[in-house]
């Protein structure tokens, strides 16, 4: 979403600026969020990813992420 914004941001129209808001709205409101991290006997190392070539509909780049756990705890 804000990569889609900032596409916008030489140019922006009311639609860019009402979604902008949105974000920095969710922003403030998650700002206690965090990620629990707990001791594990296992130091298990797994990575996911996944791609989405020519996905994005506006710019048809590809895209793509990653997850990456040690034991049950996301680091990355």
Avoid at 35 to 54: E, K
Avoid at 56 to 64: A, F, G, K, L, V
Wanted: with cysteine; glycine share 6%; hydrophobic share 35%.
């Amino acid at each position: 979403t804000v990569q889609q914004v900032c596409l916008h941001m030489h140019t922006p129209r009311e639609p860019h600026i009402n979604t902008l808001k949105r974000i920095l709205r969710y922003l403030r409101g998650s700002i206690d969020y965090g990620l629990l991290l707990q001791p594990s006997p296992m130091s298990d190392l797994m990575v996911y990813t996944d791609a989405d070539w020519d996905g994005c509909p506006d710019t048809h780049r590809s895209t793509s992420g990653y997850a990456v756990f040690l034991s049950a705890n996301l680091v990355s």
